[in-house]
């Protein structure tokens, strides 16, 4: 009996002396090293549905610990906190942050997201982002929400091919017309193409917003048609519709346009806080193709680069803004074929320290490929501005690159000029003045009209109106430049206080 008991005692000092260890290896299997963390399913939620009353989704995302030792996640959380629309669930409880959640080796937990939006609402976001944060071991991960605020148009990038950093998607497929009217907003996640031998065409009033990163892109062949009026202008901008990012510059990527298989036209748009304007290059000289680009009472402002870029491209402008840009309102390279005509080119940037002059006129371009060879561009230039104005903070807004071994033509027909230039010379500057305050009525505003005293004003040539294949007797408000002494240079003509338009 005394042997029992003590074989009793000896399995219950075993018994204990097992939970114990086994206790001290769970501790011991969490690992704590930061070369461990968790793997996640996706780096981006995008809650894609488009509704149209007061709805919510709820999609998942999946978390593996890939490792060979167990994991705790000390936290979990939106990085919106309590002010965020979306939710979290985890192991069956809703919130916005949660901590030490552990997780097996080779083992995968279900975090569910979901969003509550009113996309009725006229002044809610066009899109609604957050991010979860994870944080396992001193490492942070983090996984973006992406969900529709408005009602609108949505384009979203889902294919990818490379040279592009984000994912595309076809606005417009090979041989086929689109047309964009004003019944709700158009918003582009990703880049949004127009393909080869495709046309996309945009009616009046049309407002277009693109997602950071994101950009519109009119392939070789493609082309694109802005059909804006006086009084419904079409509009492309960030997808940020808070006071605070009106004018904010490089909300997204650009317009890149390659040569077309008919013009591509933009008439009474705006283009505005974007890092490019309006990009414009040939990929392939194809005489089959027209190179050729039209710009009408079009404003480009507010661009964390370059307002319009051009290589070697054709283009006809009229009655149109360039203003605002941290290099430059207007680069010409490798030459082509330009006629601006009422023009105003402004940069009084003061985002960061701007050095270079803002406006470009290059008939060569150099870079470098990826061997490290420097490779040079070249292209004959003809370039023709007629009652312009080219302006900026800089002593020097007019640099020309002129290589010799090709053409290199231009003419400043009746402009007014912010250069360090000797513009003596009749055949090149006829009609020219430079260094007089053009006296704008607000840049800060990016409001180009002239004020009263402005040197600008009466000082334009007729014949650069005659002779323009498009109207130019008024301006880009409206306003006839043809009833008095002479037209004002620039897009805008002066009109006194209390003046009928």
Same mark, same amino acid.
């Given at each position: ?23 001290c ?24 549905? !488009?509704?149209t ?7 998942y995302?999946?978390?593996?610990n890939?490792? *060979? ?7 979990? $959380?939106l ?27 080779d ?59 984000y994912p ?12 964009w ?10 880049w ?11 009616g ?35 997808? $940020? ?5 009106q ?25 505005k ?47 149109s !803004?360039?203003a ?24 009084y ?16 371009l150099?870079?470098? *490929? ?10 004959? #230039? ?13 002593d ?31 055949? #090149? ?19 180009y009209?002239?004020?009263? #005293? ?26 006839? $430049?043809?009833? *008095? ?10 009109i ?6």
């Open positions: 009996m005394k042997k029992f008991k003590n074989y009793q005692h000896f399995i219950l000092f075993a018994s204990l002396l097992i939970v114990l260890i086994s206790s290896r769970k501790e011991e299997e969490i690992a704590t090293d930061e070369s461990y963390k968790i793997t996640l399913s996706s780096d981006t939620i995008l809650f894609d549905t !488009v509704f009353t007061v709805g919510s989704t709820t999609k995302l999946k978390l593996y890939q490792n *060979d030792r167990k994991i705790n996640i000390s936290s979990i $959380r990085a919106g906190g309590e002010n965020s629309q979306f939710r979290v669930n985890v192991d069956g409880e809703s919130g916005t942050s949660f901590s030490n959640i552990e997780l097996d080796k083992d995968s937990l279900y975090v569910f997201i979901k969003v509550t939006v009113d996309p009725t609402l006229s002044n809610a976001p066009l899109v609604v982002t957050d991010s979860v944060v994870f944080e396992t071991n001193g490492n942070i991960q983090d996984v973006d929400l992406v969900a529709w605020g408005q009602d609108a148009h949505f384009f979203v990038g889902n294919k990818r091919i490379e040279g592009l950093s595309y998607t076809l606005l417009a497929e090979e041989g086929e017309t689109i047309n009217q004003d019944d709700k907003p158009y918003v582009i996640y990703g949004g193409v127009v393909d080869s031998a495709a046309q996309l065409i945009i009046p009033g049309v407002d277009i917003h693109f997602h950071q990163n994101s950009g519109l892109w009119v392939y070789r062949g493609g082309n694109i048609i802005v059909n804006g009026e006086k009084d419904s202008l079409v509009t492309f901008q960030g997808d $940020r519709l808070e006071y605070e990012y004018d904010l510059p490089g909300q997204w990527d650009r317009i890149w346009i390659n040569e077309g298989s008919i013009n591509n036209e933009f008439n009474y748009a705006i283009i806080n974007g890092y490019i304007g309006l990009q414009s290059e040939i990929l392939i000289s194809d005489e089959n193709l027209q190179n050729a680009l039209i710009l009408n009472n079009t404003i480009i402002q507010s661009m964390s680069r370059w307002g319009l870029f051009s290589i070697a491209y054709n283009i006809v402008s009229t009655n !803004v360039f605002d840009c941290a290099e430059n309102t207007l680069f010409i390279s490798v030459g082509g074929n330009y006629d601006f005509r009422h023009c105003t080119f402004s940069n940037w003061t985002g960061s320290i701007r050095q270079d002059p803002s406006f470009t006129l290059s008939n060569n150099i870079v470098q *490929d990826g061997q490290g060879n420097f490779i040079t561009y070249l292209g004959n #230039l003809n370039a023709y501005f007629g009652n312009c104005i080219i302006w900026g903070i800089l020097e807004e007019i640099v020309f690159s002129n290589d010799e071994s090709t053409e290199f033509n231009y003419v400043f027909d009746h402009c007014l000029l912010k250069t360090l230039e000797n513009i003596s010379d009749e055949g #090149l500057y006829p009609g020219c003045f430079k260094n007089n305050d053009p006296l704008f009525v607000d840049y800060t505003i990016n409001d009209r002239l004020d009263t #005293l402005s040197a600008a004003s009466d000082r334009g040539s007729i014949d650069v109106i005659n002779n323009s294949i498009f109207e130019l007797s008024n301006d880009l408000d409206g306003n006839s $430049r043809i009833s *008095d002494e002479a037209p004002d240079l620039g897009a805008y003509e002066f006194p206080i209390g003046k009928k338009i």
